[in-house]
Structure formats: structure tokens, C-alpha cells
T-cell receptor, first 115, second 116 residues
């Protein structure tokens, strides 16, 4: 089946620093989604990307849909303590024939921000 | 209530117990999902429902039995579970599963299940 490689697995940064994480796929995706999960909670959707090359921002977060359709990047600028959590990428091939809705998830990037 | 809600938030059960997890979505979506989240593993899709019809059973053991009485409610009935079934069970919903519909799935807070 499809696999997503998400890196890094974890990051320890100082407050105010910028953060970058990425996901790569073994096959082409037509949708990339980025989620954040706080301890004891479900994932919350941050950014959705639907077009190769697309660059979308949500506050201090910026995500890009890679031009090859096999990767995506998430950047967080000027990190703050509440950015702590696990960030997941998810992708979908978006094919017709019944599998459009299926999301493949990465294993997550654990972000720790030191005040 | 807004978004996707799940009850209970925590559940401890013995291997011979029968319990049910409940999910409700307030987003007017047509599709609902059950996922299992275990430590160090990606989210695992279990079941998918579209307009109360099950469209996906991802090789889930029969000790997990889903029920979708209407497009806003989803249940997961549990019986004779094993300790390895301990995990966070997440419910999600999306607008539709049809080709061309947005793939964005919105998650509930999850039920933390511990099987003794």
C-alpha cells in the first residue's frame, strides 16, 4: 500500500525559532492535508492543499504542495509554546473508482518548544 | 455542540465486557469514519460510512461492530476485546466520499480505550 514518510520524527526548538517538516510519498497524491494533535485530543485540520505547487498560509503556518505531487512541506514561523504538539501530514490519491476519500497518514512530527 | 463529539472520552473494560463508543457530527456531512490510533503508528482506518451505508471495512476483527443509524451518528460496539485493542479511537466526518468532493476530514476528540 501507499506509504508516507514524515520527517523529522521529533524537534526540540526555542521559542521564536522557525520550524520546517515534510512528508514524502511513494506515489502521487492529489490532496495534501496537515493536522495538529494536542495530547488527549483528536487531530485538528490546519491546512488543505489541492493543487501541485500550491502555497497556502494559515497565520504563522505555511504549507506547500510539492510540484512532483509526491511531497508536501509545513513551515511554522516564530514558534510559540502553544505550537507544541504532534503534526501529521495526510494525503489522498483522489482517484475515481471509490478510493477518493481514503487518507494515508504520516507517523507525525512531535514538536517541543522551549520558552 | 459543534464539530464532531465523542463519548465517552475514556473507557476501561475487561475482555469479557460489552461496551459502545458514540460519535456525533454537527457539520451536516454525509460520510463518517472510525480510526484506531496506536502509539508509534499512523492512523489506521477501520470503517467508512456514507449516508448510513457501510462502504469500507478495513479488515477489522468482528469483535468491533459499527452502526450508523443516521448520517449524524456513528457507533462502535465492542465485545470480547483483547489488551492489544487498547488505543485511541477517533471518529471523523467529511462532506462526502464522492469523487471530486473535498477530502478534508474533521476529527472528534477520541475515546481512550484500555482493555484489561
Amino acid at each position: 500500500g501507499q506509504q508516507l514518510n514524515q520527517s523529522p520524527q521529533s524537534m526540540f526548538i526555542q521559542e521564536g525559532e522557525d520550524v520546517s517538516m515534510n512528508c514524502t510519498s511513494s506515489s502521487i497524491f492529489n490532496t495534501w492535508l496537515w493536522y495538529k494533535q494536542d495530547p488527549g485530543e483528536g487531530p485538528v485540520l490546519l491546512i488543505a492543499l489541492y493543487k501541485a505547487g500550491e502555497l497556502t498560509s494559515n497565520g504563522r503556518l505555511t504549507a506547500q504542495f510539492g510540484i512532483t505531487r509526491k511531497d508536501s512541506f509545513l513551515n511554522i514561523s516564530a514558534s510559540i509554546p502553544s505550537d507544541v504538539g504532534i503534526y501529521f501530514c495526510a494525503g489522498s490519491p483522489g482517484r475515481s473508482g471509490g478510493s477518493n476519500y481514503k487518507l494515508t497518514f504520516g507517523k507525525g512530527t512531535l514538536l517541543t518548544v522551549n520558552p | 455542540e459543534t464539530g464532531v463529539t465523542q463519548t465517552p472520552r475514556h473507557l476501561v473494560m475487561g475482555m469479557t465486557n460489552k461496551k459502545s463508543l458514540k460519535c456525533e457530527q454537527h457539520l451536516g456531512h454525509n460520510a463518517m469514519y472510525w480510526y484506531k490510533q496506536s502509539a508509534k503508528k499512523p492512523l489506521e482506518l477501520m470503517f467508512v460510512y456514507s449516508l448510513e451505508e457501510r462502504v469500507e471495512n478495513n479488515s477489522v476483527p468482528s469483535r468491533f461492530s459499527p452502526e450508523c443509524p443516521n448520517s449524524s451518528h456513528l457507533f462502535l460496539h465492542l465485545h470480547t476485546l483483547q489488551p492489544e485493542d487498547s488505543a485511541l479511537y477517533l471518529c471523523a466526518s467529511s462532506q462526502d466520499i464522492a469523487f471530486g468532493a473535498p477530502n478534508e476530514q474533521f476529527f472528534g476528540p477520541g475515546t481512550r480505550l484500555t482493555v484489561l
